[in-house]
């Protein structure tokens, strides 16, 4: 049974169509389908954690799994070690913004493999980690550098590296 995932679509930074075009070529080859170029960035108000030792692709410090956005097939991507675990970027073989007609702080459901769920990871203290650090300001992610620099920061990196995507 896939887990069931509620995210708002926002506005990304405009990195993955430049830093992930090889990326993009390597996912299509695995999966047999062309995939466009640029991603669709999602936040959720849940935590997940995703198992790195699942990802169908792996380049440096990005991984990639199988998911499902609205019954439409999608890849997920994460970076290690900085990416925040309710920020999902979502790559697909169609824009995914004018297929399903998606504006910023649309919501969708996307649907991810029980099995590329990390259960081991999202221990109790990376919950309450998670909710003490991001439970009101996921979107921070995108629209207050100010704040990942805090939360990258030497003094409180000791504590959030449990609400990110671990490798």
Not at 1 to 18: E, F, I, N, W
Not at 113 to 135: K, M, N, T, Y
Request: glycine share 8%; aromatic share 10%; charged share 20%.
């Amino acid at each position: 049974m896939p887990v069931q995932v509620r995210a708002r679509v926002t506005h990304g930074r405009k990195l993955a169509s430049m830093s992930r075009v090889d990326d993009v070529a390597s996912i299509s080859m695995i999966e047999g389908v062309e995939f466009v170029q640029g991603s669709l960035n999602l936040v959720s108000n849940t935590p997940v954690w995703l198992d790195a030792g699942s990802a169908i692709y792996k380049s440096g410090a990005q991984l990639f799994w199988r998911a499902s956005l609205e019954g439409t097939p999608v890849i997920l991507n994460r970076w290690v070690g900085g990416c925040p675990v309710h920020v999902f970027e979502v790559f697909a073989a169609v824009r995914l913004r004018d297929v399903l007609g998606l504006e910023d702080g649309d919501a969708v459901n996307l649907e991810i493999p029980d099995e590329i769920v990390s259960r081991s990871d999202a221990s109790l203290l990376g919950r309450l980690l998670w909710q003490l650090f991001w439970r009101y300001r996921t979107r921070q992610i995108y629209h207050d550098g100010g704040y990942l620099t805090f939360v990258r920061s030497r003094a409180m990196s000791r504590y959030t590296w449990r609400t990110m995507q671990s490798g």
